[in-house]
């Protein structure tokens, strides 16, 4: 519903709205990987990755990049894909350095540890 709300102005293209779509796909993403609907968190993490990139300079497209690439990994992982598990968990770990995100990073250094 909420994504019902914000859609007209991502449809748009308005930064702000598009930015905070893929904030909300992230939290939609994280509850599914909480509840293992990996198959719905699957699908957010991309719908909401797809919007991220669009604003990579923008704050919350950012974080959500983040979050969301992390999100990917969860699913990958518990699917047994470790492979592509790997490559979402360094991406999410290499952004977060760079922008200073120290959480972010120990948790997705943490994940690649885990799948070793």
């Known amino acids: 519903r909420a994504l019902d709300l914000l859609r007209p102005g991502a449809d748009s293209g308005k930064e702000e709205c598009i930015c905070r779509s893929s ?45 969301l690439t992390y999100d990917l990994g969860v699913v990958y992982e518990a699917a047994g894909k470790v492979d592509s598990a790997r490559v979402q968990y360094r991406q999410a770990a290499e952004v977060a350095g760079v922008t200073g995100d120290n959480g972010a990073q120990e948790l997705a250094a943490t994940a690649l540890e885990r799948i070793k």
């Not at 939290?27 to 719905?40: K, Q």
């Open 23 to 67: 904030t909300l796909m992230s939290h939609l993403a994280n509850a599914a990987v909480e509840t293992s609907d990996l198959p719905a968190a699957e699908k957010w993490a991309i719908d909401g990755l797809a919007l991220a990139k669009k604003f990579p300079r923008n704050v919350d497209c950012l974080s959500s990049f983040i979050a």
